[in-house]
């Protein structure tokens, strides 16, 4: 057998998570898309489950992964329907769903639903990735309430470069979404790991951390907070590697090697390889 393995720290995630919301004070969604970034869903969503207010992943196949396996706190769709057909599934399955295109909003006026559903109605203040346009912000947010398909709607948007602590774009971003949310009174949520971690000053009742829950930190330069994580995870070439152990000498055959971990730290493990490989070019 391979002797290569990942070991998951789940108390780890958790303390993590704990951090999320000891910093923010806000309800937290653990941000498990993408299989948990690689960290298996299912079992981060059980490790959580007793405490986590919810989760997020990206689609509904996701979520009804979740579903199957017992998960049934509440899981947002961070990208929404991709067709009208998933709509009766997330009234049934009790899915909360982001609105980030007019399509998705008529699909939801046309759809027949068991029950009506929690939408989450992104803005688009600067990322130009998906999210409603300004202008269309206050006319979508009264249709889903018209619609009576709809019980609940919280107001989000993402951050393009949160993790650059010294520019403006995030500032920036608020400040749209202040101006686009007047007069409409709702719950809102912004931040993602790096604001979690870095923009203390932004409001959010629900915050979204992602990466900072498997330990890793979102910034490029020391952050006092997100010293506070236990790096696990890392970039990874193949399962075998040759090291220089000139200054270990008594390092030997089976001795255990830390690549990142509790004292190595994934970011500084990262950093080093950028350096390398600029040097190359
Ligand atoms: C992936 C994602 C997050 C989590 O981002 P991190 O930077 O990993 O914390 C939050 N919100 C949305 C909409 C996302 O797509």
Redesign the pocket.
């Known amino acids: 057998m391979r002797p290569a393995r990942a070991l998951i720290d789940l108390q780890a995630l958790r303390h993590n998570y704990q951090l999320a919301r000891e910093l923010t004070g806000a309800k937290a969604l653990a941000?498990i898309?993408a299989d948990a970034?690689g960290h298996g869903a299912v079992r981060c969503a059980q490790a959580l489950e007793g405490e986590a207010d919810g989760f997020?992943v990206?689609c509904i196949e996701e979520a009804l992964e979740l579903r199957a396996a017992g998960i049934k706190a509440p899981v947002l769709l961070?990208?929404g329907i991709f067709e009208a057909s998933e709509l009766p599934l997330i009234a049934e399955q009790d899915l909360w769903c982001?609105v980030h295109s007019l399509w998705q909003l008529e699909a939801i006026e046309q759809a027949g639903l068991t029950r009506p559903i929690t939408v989450w109605l992104?803005l688009d203040t600067g990322m130009h990735r998906v999210g409603l346009h300004p202008k269309d912000y206050h006319g979508a947010y009264q249709r889903l309430l018209a619609s009576g398909k709809v019980a609940r709607i919280v107001l989000?948007s993402?951050f393009a470069r949160?993790?650059e602590l010294d520019s403006t774009a995030s500032s920036e971003q608020v400040a749209v979404f202040e101006a686009a949310r007047q007069g409409l009174s709702a719950e809102v949520s912004l931040r993602?790991?790096?604001a979690?971690l870095g923009w203390p000053q932004v409001p959010s009742d629900w915050v979204?951390?992602?990466?900072?829950?498997y330990g890793a930190t979102?910034f490029e330069v020391p952050q006092a907070q997100a010293q506070r994580l236990q790096p696990l995870i890392g970039r990874v070439s193949m399962d075998m590697l040759c090291i220089d152990l000139t200054d270990v000498p008594e390092a030997g055959l089976g001795s255990p090697v830390e690549l990142w971990g509790k004292h190595v730290l994934a970011s500084d493990v990262a950093i080093q390889i950028g350096r390398a490989v600029q040097q190359e070019c």
């Open positions: 941000v898309k970034y997020a990206a961070l990208e982001v992104k989000m993402h949160a993790d993602n790991s790096p979690v979204r951390p992602g990466i900072m829950l979102p």
